[in-house]
């Protein structure tokens, strides 16, 4: 009796010992502190959410930023539930209005949004800018409509460019797609901008993905990763690509595989995927 706990302590001890374990709270600032003031942030699940809500009312981490996750904004109590806190969050009805106006497809998808003076974003020079930007939103199930749908183009309406609206990179590519031709990859999330397939900005994803963002851990072998953390150091990867293929389409052939071996010594790919295409991926950007 006195040994079979003194057994399951030693062979079990490295792969429970959380104490040098900090992705959940690295991920969280990561995510907050890259988003533009007054952002309205997207997510999608819990492990996008969760961690995000701890940073801001435990720490008090960027309290400005407006969270949503988009799996939660189809309930009622949800929404009614940031209005109370928030009276100026621009979510139009009631929830039984909101829902007698999901009752039914949708019989016009077009949503028009001008941009009412200047936008919130400087683009690079040369980017045509959008007085206003026409959105072609397409309801996942058939012509029905979810209530996040509506949540999304109030918001959206109301921002106006004026006010950042950001994704988190966890909505994947299928995420909120009806707007991804006008969403610029800023780091860890996507943001809306004015102008149709706008180009990545490099000092603004080094700043977010080198200067702001921590690692902790990804290197370190004798830290176990579990299943979520791998996907989220996946989506580290994937970020990088972007600054990426911004430095070779400049022509920085050396500063770009330098970046490249600076990115497998942060996020080691034999960490996150047995893959021998992600092994080589962020190389191949760089144009070998």
């Excluded at 990179?169 to 031709?181: E, M």
């Amino acid at each position: 009796m006195l040994v079979l706990p003194a057994v399951q302590l030693v062979g079990n001890w490295s792969a429970n010992d959380a104490s040098r374990r900090y992705f959940t709270r690295d991920y969280a600032l990561n995510a907050l502190l890259g988003l533009p003031e007054n952002a309205f942030y997207f997510t999608v699940g819990d492990n996008d959410t969760f961690p995000i809500m701890y940073a801001q009312a435990v720490e008090g981490v960027r309290p400005d930023v407006r969270l949503v996750n988009l799996s939660l904004a189809n309930t009622d109590w949800f929404i009614d539930q940031i209005r109370r806190r928030d009276p100026s969050f621009p979510v139009r009805g009631t929830s039984g209005e909101r829902r007698a106006a999901n009752a039914s497809a949708w019989r016009d998808t077009t949503l028009v949004v001008r941009v009412n003076g200047p936008a919130a974003t400087r683009l690079p020079p040369g980017t045509p800018h959008l007085d206003s930007v026409v959105f072609k939103p397409e309801p996942p199930f058939g012509g029905q409509p979810l209530p996040a749908d509506d949540v999304v183009m109030d918001i959206v309406r109301a921002a106006a460019f004026r006010t950042p609206v950001t994704v988190s990179r966890t909505a994947g590519p299928s995420g909120l797609a009806w707007f991804r031709q006008n969403a610029r990859t800023d780091g860890m999330h996507w943001r809306l901008v004015p102008a149709h397939n706008p180009p990545a900005d490099p000092a603004l994803l080094r700043e977010n993905l080198l200067q702001r963002n921590e690692y902790r851990g990804y290197a370190d072998s004798t830290i176990v990763l579990d299943d979520v953390t791998r996907i989220m150091g996946a989506l580290y990867r994937d970020a990088f690509r972007a600054l990426i293929e911004a430095e070779s389409a400049a022509g920085n052939a050396g500063g770009c595989q330098a970046l490249a071996v600076r990115v497998d010594s942060l996020l080691p790919p034999r960490r996150l995927t047995s893959s021998a295409t992600e092994l080589t991926a962020l190389d191949l950007s760089c144009g070998r």
